[in-house]
């Protein structure tokens, strides 16, 4: 077979692995992946928790302003 090294392999299927970070596409890191850095790991998670308050906080105003709206248009 050929004199291919196996292990100078290693590096690069490591990299293949980890693919890039989501939040800035920069190469991903073993420690925090899928992202590259703890601080893009903790700007998703504040993303998700932000969104996740967000949603119920809107459903209940609209849920109030639709029970007023027939009322006051009608
Ligand atoms: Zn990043």
């Not at 590259?36 to 903790?42: L, W």
């Not at 998703?44 to 906080?57: N, R």
């Amino acid at each position: 077979m050929s004199e291919r090294d196996p292990t100078s392999d290693k590096p690069s299927a490591d990299i293949v692995m980890l693919g890039r970070c989501p939040m800035c596409k920069k190469r991903a890191t073993l420690d925090y992946r899928p992202f590259c850095s703890k601080r893009c790991a903790d700007l998703d998670l504040a993303k998700w928790i932000g969104g996740s308050y967000a949603i119920p906080a809107e459903e209940t105003d609209l849920s109030e302003a639709d029970m007023i709206d027939p009322s006051a248009e009608h």
